[in-house]
């Protein structure tokens, strides 16, 4: 049982480390077919996923072209919460 809960906290913080990367790079431009551009691509393929039904249900705010996507940091938090719901569960 440990060994599970060891593997799914390394994941989930592996998923954590994505979220982090994904926001960071989308701080910059970035141009099509850059080294930059591949490694966002990917990062949104994963992360996606559990982001999108997040923000169906928290939709960004603001506006005139400035906005704040609070999905992101409502799936950090349920995140942090799972991974140390499991680690108090492993002691």
Do not use: K, Q
Request: positive net charge.
């Amino acid at each position: 049982m440990h060994a599970i809960g060891f593997v799914l906290v390394t994941v989930l913080t592996l998923f954590v480390i994505c979220l982090f990367l994904r926001a960071i790079l989308s701080w910059f431009p970035i141009s099509y077919g850059s080294t930059a551009h591949r490694i966002n691509s990917i990062l949104v393929r994963i992360t996606e996923p559990v982001i999108a039904p997040v923000r169906r249900v928290i939709p960004p705010l603001g506006s005139g072209g400035v906005s704040i996507d609070l999905s992101f940091l409502v799936v950090v938090i349920v995140l942090f919460f799972v991974i140390n719901l499991i680690r108090a569960a492993l002691l």
